[in-house]
């Protein structure tokens, strides 16, 4: 037993598992600094800048008139998860019952429901890096093994369907990646899904959580989902929400479309930690996913244009290799070119080095790559103002030119 206070006041063996977000810690970082007077610009958060369209605070407002102010069905409202199977035809072609959908308090706890209700201690879990930093966490979580996938900037960030196969072992359960990628801003298209199709298509037992928050900010086209492949269809997870593409991160909405036994087993998972999602939230998600999605051009023009202009700039910078993101809000440039070098009490070692001495001596909040599986690179969200942009830019750039 334990015989005094530091032996007692210890939380449980899980949460030794877990990491904190990386992503997160920067932005408390950057807010204590700008707390104490530094102006700091924040790239840290992948959160659009743009306020919520009107008319989905309009269907709010709406909601709380009516009375929509109590409990809900675990799985969330009926009409909210019939115009999320209208809106997966309508845009995705696929075809998911609303019995097959599930509402969370975000992706994120879309995400977590799923790997919590399929995977059991010691099974494998394929991870293509770069990844979005909860993904490892909520594996560790459920006693899974992550099994990374290397990839690199050369390789846009994509596996490739032998890095896929060469994966695979007979503890395999389970693959999650990102399309559009955060942090990368990769994006799949059709003849890569299906060449990953061909691989997964042979192992049944793998669950594929295809991760599509970012579907709506994508610059090369229609949007591909891996459902939409027959041989796989009854293996993916669907995860989206309405959080980027319709600015509404604090609203906290996302939802799966699954096999019913997936949907089923995510709606216990949800019974026991929330229930269903907020009421007003829920009828504001309403709004969003029954609209034409053309109500998000002048969003998807906007970061377009951002996009352009940060790779131009980084572009200018020695020693910084970019790729070109085809979707999200995020650059992810390769800087191992500064490992080794110092400036005063500061040597550039890794991601982390790097990030903390563009925040501590250049005042920009970035986030480090080995936070997203590698660690020669840096995640930059141009989801902020040209403005912004331009300053952050040019206090890199000044602030590099330091280190020798």
């Not at 201690?121 to 770069?130: A, L």
């Amino acid at each position: 037993m334990p015989t005094n206070l530091a032996q007692i006041n210890q939380p449980a063996d899980r949460l030794n598992k877990l990491s904190e977000s990386q992503t997160l810690a920067m932005a408390r970082k950057s807010r204590e600094m700008t707390a104490q007077g530094i102006n700091v610009i924040n790239l840290s958060i992948g959160e659009p800048d743009f306020d919520t369209p009107q008319f989905i605070k309009d269907a709010a407002k709406d909601a709380m008139d009516a009375n929509f102010t109590h409990y809900t069905p675990v799985p969330g409202f009926l009409d909210l998860r019939q115009a999320i199977s209208e809106k997966f035809k309508r845009e995705n072609n696929l075809v998911y019952s609303p019995e097959q959908i599930v509402v969370s308090t975000g992706a994120k706890q879309s995400i977590a429901n799923v790997i919590l209700s399929i995977i059991n201690e010691g099974d494998q879990v394929i991870v293509p890096t770069p990844y979005w930093v909860s993904y490892i966490e909520l594996i560790k979580l459920a006693d899974g093994i992550p099994v990374e996938i290397k990839t690199n900037i050369h390789q846009n960030f994509k596996i490739s369907a032998q890095q896929l196969e060469d994966a695979i072992s007979d503890k395999t359960r389970m693959i999650i990646f990102s399309t559009p990628c955060n942090p990368s801003g990769s994006v799949y298209s059709f003849d890569e899904l299906k060449a990953l199709v061909q691989v997964l298509e042979k192992y049944p037992q793998i669950i594929i959580i295809s991760d599509e928050i970012y579907e709506h900010i994508n610059y090369v086209g229609n949007h591909q989902s891996i459902a939409q492949f027959e041989s796989v269809y009854n293996n993916v997870v669907t995860v989206n929400g309405v959080s980027k593409g319709y600015a509404m991160t604090g609203w906290r909405i996302g939802y799966i479309g699954a096999p019913l036994w997936i949907a089923k087993a995510c709606e216990k998972m949800q019974g026991q930690f929330t229930s269903g999602t907020c009421s007003v939230s829920q009828k504001a998600a309403l709004a969003a996913v029954s609209a034409d999605a053309k109500v998000l051009e002048p969003m998807q023009k906007e970061f377009a244009k951002r996009r352009t202009l940060v790779l131009k700039l980084l572009s200018e910078i020695p020693g910084v290799i970019c790729n070109n993101p085809q979707g999200a809000f995020y650059v992810f440039p390769d800087i191992s070119y500064y490992f080794g070098k110092k400036y005063n009490n500061y040597t550039i070692n890794n991601s982390s080095d790097f990030s903390m001495f563009i925040l501590e001596v250049g005042h920009v909040a970035v986030v480090s790559g080995d936070a997203f599986g590698d660690d020669n690179c840096f995640r930059f969200s141009y989801a902020c103002s040209e403005a912004n942009i331009i300053e952050s830019v040019k206090r890199i750039k000044e602030t590099l030119a330091k280190l020798n």
